[in-house]
């Protein structure tokens, strides 16, 4: 998904450790949420709430040409009552999960 790669990835390779937290959280915070396999990670099967996804990096690792980083994820998921008169209800959720980026987008690794 071409939505997934980050246009300045090469400008944040260069940054030194204090700069590139705050340049990448700023980076990874205008990809779309589809770009972190949420659906993987629903624990109920249900949607995400795009408008309540949020993100916020807990370790940078940077590697010759990668990072791989650990980002704690903030969403709201959407659950479809189990019968036809039930109401959807939303679940909060907050996880913790494993991405590696490189030039050509973001990949999920594991969850944490």
């Known amino acids: 998904m071409s939505d997934c790669v980050l246009k300045n990835f090469n400008q944040l ?3 030194q450790s204090n ?3 705050i340049s990448l959280k700023k980076s990874l ?3 779309p949420y589809q770009c972190f396999n949420l ?3 629903c624990r109920f099967g249900g949607y995400i709430d795009q408008e ?3 993100l916020n ?3 940078i690792d940077k590697h010759f040409e990668t990072f791989e980083v650990k980002l704690g994820l903030f969403f709201n998921e959407i659950i479809g009552g189990c019968n ?3 109401e ?3 679940e909060v959720n907050y996880l913790e999960a494993y991405y590696q980026i490189n030039a050509t987008g973001i990949y999920f690794l594991r969850e944490s």
């Open 84 to 86: 036809c008169s039930e």
């Open 19 to 21: 700069e590139l937290d």
């Open 39 to 41: 659906e993987k990670l």
């Open 52 to 54: 309540s996804f949020s």
């Open 88 to 90: 959807p209800f939303t």
């Open 57 to 59: 990096i807990l370790t």
């Open 29 to 31: 915070s205008l990809l």
């Open 13 to 15: 390779l260069r940054l």
